[in-house]
């Protein structure tokens, strides 16, 4: 680092509200910054997607010597307390700090390009599980209905490693609107078809319901399900859906 970092000590300096106002899916909306953390996601990101970020949080100077920040990138340093406020995954380690991207509105009228993720999940861990496994075995888009947590939230970022910057996302409507969506159109339901006997097509929209909620009864897409021995009532959702990525990834290859 050679550029004399600029120190904040205040709590109550605009630049921490607005940067601490990121912790939450309301001021993320608001103010359009997000914080990501991780010892191996931050410097990932900085390598891969620099121009994603303006600023590098950190609270002594030793923890950034040597690094080489792209000229886009502030250095920032924070009062030790501040900095805790900030990291609330406990890493201890430089935080990033990013602009969250407009999410185009999607067209459902339009046929699906490849694999297209239909996501109303509500926990953000929970989706930055399945934006993970969506990168990993190939889905084209990631669409997030109404009601979806917000893919900038520091959970889903801490669970999804970075997968939001390879993929890319959309915003969806609302379920009435999906009923309506140009297929093929399929979901993930526990009494569904078989999906290892399913013949995947290239391009189709694969909808998964909210948490406990399910798909609507009047959804008209096709019903799979992954089989299983029955000794457990259900599999968790982000479970369900990487093993139907995994699935259709196998079957196309």
Not at 61 to 83: D, K, M, N
Not at 103 to 110: A, E, S, T
Not at 230 to 240: D, F, K, P
Request: proline share 10%; charged share 20%.
């Amino acid at each position: 680092m050679t550029r004399p970092p600029l120190l904040i000590e205040s709590p109550q300096n605009p630049q921490f509200k607005l940067w601490e106002s990121a912790l939450d899916g309301r001021g993320l909306k608001k103010n359009g910054k997000f914080l990501l953390a991780g010892l191996k996601t931050v410097p990932e990101a900085l390598r891969q997607h620099p121009d994603r970020f303006e600023r590098l949080l950190f609270t002594d100077p030793a923890q950034i010597a040597g690094w080489r920040l792209p000229p886009g990138i502030e250095p920032v340093q924070l009062a030790p307390a501040l900095f805790r406020a900030l990291d609330v995954s406990g890493t201890n380690f430089p935080l990033l700090v990013g602009n969250v991207p407009r999410l185009p509105v999607i067209d459902l009228n339009q046929p699906p390009q490849g694999l297209e993720l239909l996501c109303a999940l509500g926990d953000p861990s929970n989706l930055g599980a399945l934006l993970r496994s969506a990168a990993a075995f190939g889905a084209s888009r990631v669409v997030l209905l109404e009601g979806a947590a917000h893919p900038y939230h520091p959970k889903c970022l801490r669970a999804a490693s970075n997968a939001q910057f390879s993929l890319t996302l959309l915003r969806g409507p609302r379920w009435a609107e999906v009923n309506a969506a140009a297929g093929p159109l399929c979901a993930l339901d526990g009494g569904g078809t078989d999906l290892t006997r399913f013949d995947w097509p290239r391009d189709l929209r694969l909808i998964l319901g909210e948490e406990g909620q399910g798909i609507p009864a009047d959804c008209p897409a096709l019903r799979l399900s992954v089989p299983t021995t029955g000794h457990v009532e259900s599999l968790n959702a982000t479970v369900a859906v990487s093993v139907a990525l995994f699935a259709r990834f196998a079957a196309i290859r």
